[in-house]
Structure formats: structure tokens, C-alpha cells
């Protein structure tokens, strides 16, 4: 009967051992967490070994890349390492050695890509100005994704990429796509964060590799400057005025508008006023010629003021004092 009893627990505990290893349906007891989960070339990963089966603290725990140890101790759950260079990839395996149970294994892989954005404010900037187009309130921009991304080695084209772009944590579903590496904004900022955070995840077709990258796009107040105008060189656009001076009979100059998503009909609305009265014949133009009226000396102030008449939130307004030397 004793021999009878001990049978009977063998045949009970004997697959116990055996199913805790590998359990055909259920989800590998230990799996590794990789933190970033996207990275991109050189950046440090950590990974930690993790289960909801067994204490990993208390598992001989062997970590390997491509093959080669790099750590390996009881509790040893975290391993921290560089990603490889761009069309590369390491294979990190995980084999967890646990006490009376027996030996789990994991595996990730890092293949590292990125993804840079490029915003560009669809706005009015004077000729051969060398700096950027500012995003004015109420203006449209577009952010073009320039992502790296290899598969087996080779680059892939960004053109058969899959693009997931969010605008404020919001997945943009009507603008993400195969091949839509381009984000066209409406024209509508939120205002209660000052701008826009334009999110993206570059992905290969199959998922396989994925990167993600995003760009806060801010607007600006749009601006109007005051430049002199020569009747040699045309707008001397290398320097706005605030101050000037009129030695001779007359002096010309041109109020340029900064960051105005429609330049035309924002010019076509500019107001000229001398010394607080508006100056008639020049609505409208953007260079205004003063013709002095005597030979004594003075000074006056020239504002030049301009409100879009199709974005309400474009406007701006510039002054310049003029110093009138007296002519002998």
C-alpha cells in the first residue's frame, strides 16, 4: 500500500517540474523590458528581466549579445548597453535558471533607427532673409519626417515606411499612412499650450523596427519692420530703423511685414500716420515717400500699422522718428 502511495505522487509531481519550463497556450514566464523602447543609434538601453512566475531576484540569471556573455549572477535582472550603429542590430538573450523549477529563457532585439522632423511656417519673410520663417498665430506649417530606418542592413526607403502622426497625444488617423512622411496642419493652434506637439512613429510594413520623434511647433506674434529705401539699391533690408534722420529734400521707406501666412492682402490693409494723423494716398503701399516742407528743423514719428484682413490674430505695428536737420 506504501509502495502504492509514493507511485502516485511521483506520477503527479514528475509533470509539474516538466510543464513549469514550457506550458503549451500560455505566455513565456519571464520576458525583458527594454527601456528606450525605440532607440536610436548609440543611445543607452536598459533591459530588465521581469516575471509574474518566479522571483527573478533568486534566478541565475545569464545575459548574452549576439552569442557573447555579458553578465551573468543570481539576480542579476538588469543589463545596460549601447545600441548599435544604424543598420545594425544585437540579439540579447536572457536565460533564467530557477530553483526548482528549471531554466527560462527570453530574447529581444535592438535594431536601432531615428527620425528627424523639420517644421516650416507657411508665412511671409522678406527677399534674401537668411533666418527662418516664424510660425505667425493662425498661419499653417508642415513638419516633414527625415527618418533612418534599415532593414537587414539595408536603408529603407522612407517611401515605403509606415507613418503614425499625433497632434497633442491625438493620433491623426486621416494623416498617417504608408508613405506619409509629410503633416500638413489646418491652421488651428491650441492656444492653452502655445503651440503644437507633433508626434510620430516610423515603423517598417511588418513592425519589425519602429522609431518615433517629435517637434513642439510655437507661434509668434507677427511683426512689421521699417526699412530705408534707396532709389539706387532698392529696400535696404540689412537694417530696421527706429530712428532716422532727413538731411536732404526727401526720404523714402517701406514698412515689411514678418511672419503673415497671407502677405498680400495683409499689405493691401496698411495704414501710414505721421505725428498721429493718417497719411493719405499711401493705404495700402508699402513704401511711403516724405517730402520735406520747409528748411527748418523738426522731428516727426512715422507708424505704419497693418491688421490681416483674413487672420484675425495677424497684426503688428512699427514707428520710426525721423529727425529732420535744417537746411541752409
Same mark, same amino acid.
Not at 86 to 112: H, M, R, Y
Not at 272 to 277: A, I, L
Given at each position: 500500500?506504501?509502495?502504492?502511495?509514493?507511485?502516485?505522487?511521483?506520477?503527479? $509531481?514528475?509533470?509539474?517540474?516538466?510543464?513549469?519550463?514550457?506550458?503549451?497556450?500560455?505566455?513565456?514566464?519571464?520576458?525583458?523590458?527594454?527601456?528606450?523602447?525605440?532607440?536610436?543609434?548609440?543611445?543607452? /538601453?536598459?533591459?530588465?528581466?521581469?516575471?509574474?512566475?518566479?522571483?527573478?531576484?533568486?534566478?541565475?540569471?545569464?545575459?548574452?549579445?549576439?552569442?557573447?556573455?555579458?553578465?551573468?549572477?543570481?539576480?542579476?535582472?538588469?543589463?545596460?548597453?549601447?545600441?548599435?550603429?544604424?543598420?545594425?542590430?544585437? /540579439?540579447?538573450?536572457?536565460?533564467?535558471?530557477?530553483?526548482?523549477?528549471?531554466?527560462?529563457?527570453?530574447?529581444?532585439? =535592438?535594431?536601432?533607427?531615428? /527620425?528627424?522632423? =523639420?517644421?516650416?511656417?507657411?508665412?511671409?519673410?522678406?527677399?534674401?532673409?537668411?533666418?527662418?520663417?516664424?510660425?505667425?498665430?493662425?498661419?499653417?506649417?508642415?513638419?516633414?519626417?527625415?527618418?533612418?530606418?534599415?532593414?537587414?542592413?539595408?536603408? /529603407?526607403?522612407?517611401?515605403?515606411?509606415?507613418?503614425?502622426?499625433?497632434?497633442?497625444?491625438?493620433?491623426?488617423?486621416?494623416?498617417?499612412?504608408?508613405?506619409?512622411?509629410?503633416?500638413?496642419?489646418?491652421?488651428?493652434?491650441?492656444?492653452?499650450?502655445?503651440?503644437?506637439?507633433?508626434?510620430?512613429?516610423?515603423?517598417?510594413?511588418?513592425?519589425?523596427?519602429?522609431?518615433?520623434?517629435?517637434?513642439?511647433?510655437?507661434?509668434?506674434?507677427?511683426?512689421?519692420?521699417?526699412?530705408?529705401?534707396?532709389?539706387?539699391?532698392?529696400?535696404?533690408?540689412?537694417?530696421?530703423?527706429?530712428?532716422?534722420?532727413?538731411?536732404?529734400?526727401?526720404?523714402?521707406?517701406?514698412?515689411?511685414? $514678418?511672419?503673415?501666412?497671407?502677405?498680400?492682402?495683409?499689405?493691401?490693409?496698411?495704414?501710414?500716420?505721421?505725428?498721429?494723423?493718417?497719411?493719405?494716398? $499711401?493705404?495700402?503701399?508699402?513704401?511711403?515717400?516724405?517730402?520735406?516742407?520747409?528748411?527748418?528743423?523738426?522731428?516727426?514719428?512715422?507708424?505704419?500699422?497693418?491688421?490681416?484682413?483674413?487672420?484675425?490674430?495677424?497684426?503688428?505695428?512699427?514707428?520710426?522718428?525721423?529727425?529732420?536737420?535744417?537746411?541752409?
Amino acid at each position: 500500500m506504501k509502495i502504492f502511495r509514493f507511485f502516485l505522487l511521483s506520477v503527479f $509531481f514528475l509533470p509539474l517540474i516538466s510543464f513549469a519550463q514550457s506550458i503549451p497556450g500560455i505566455a513565456n514566464p519571464v520576458s525583458i523590458d527594454m527601456s528606450p523602447t525605440n532607440p536610436a543609434p548609440g543611445d543607452t /538601453v536598459v533591459l530588465t528581466a521581469n516575471s509574474s512566475s518566479f522571483d527573478v531576484n533568486s534566478a541565475l540569471i545569464t545575459w548574452t549579445s549576439n552569442g557573447k556573455i555579458i553578465s551573468q549572477g543570481n539576480g542579476a535582472k538588469t543589463v545596460t548597453l549601447s545600441a548599435p550603429a544604424l543598420g545594425a542590430k544585437s /540579439v540579447i538573450d536572457l536565460s533564467a535558471q530557477v530553483p526548482s523549477l528549471g531554466t527560462f529563457t527570453a530574447s529581444e532585439t =535592438i535594431s536601432p533607427a531615428l /527620425v528627424n522632423l =523639420i517644421w516650416e511656417a507657411q508665412t511671409s519673410v522678406p527677399p534674401f532673409y537668411e533666418g527662418k520663417a516664424l510660425l505667425g498665430w493662425g498661419a499653417t506649417y508642415k513638419v516633414v519626417a527625415v527618418p533612418e530606418v534599415s532593414e537587414n542592413g539595408t536603408i /529603407v526607403n522612407p517611401s515605403r515606411l509606415v507613418y503614425t502622426w499625433s497632434k497633442n497625444y491625438s493620433v491623426d488617423a486621416g494623416k498617417s499612412g504608408y508613405g506619409k512622411n509629410t503633416y500638413q496642419s489646418d491652421g488651428s493652434i491650441n492656444y492653452t499650450r502655445g503651440g503644437d506637439l507633433i508626434g510620430l512613429t516610423v515603423a517598417t510594413q511588418d513592425g519589425s523596427v519602429s522609431t518615433e520623434g517629435s517637434i513642439t511647433v510655437s507661434p509668434v506674434t507677427p511683426s512689421l519692420l521699417i526699412y530705408l529705401e534707396s532709389p539706387l539699391y532698392g529696400v535696404m533690408y540689412n537694417e530696421s530703423l527706429a530712428e532716422t534722420s532727413l538731411s536732404g529734400d526727401s526720404i523714402t521707406l517701406h514698412a515689411e511685414p $514678418f511672419f503673415f501666412s497671407d502677405v498680400t492682402s495683409a499689405t493691401g490693409a496698411l495704414v501710414w500716420n505721421m505725428n498721429g494723423s493718417a497719411v493719405s494716398g $499711401f493705404a495700402g503701399n508699402p513704401s511711403i515717400t516724405l517730402v520735406r516742407q520747409d528748411k527748418n528743423a523738426g522731428t516727426s514719428v512715422l507708424e505704419a500699422s497693418i491688421q490681416s484682413p483674413t487672420a484675425l490674430l495677424q497684426g503688428g505695428q512699427e514707428s520710426v522718428t525721423i529727425n529732420i536737420n535744417a537746411e541752409k
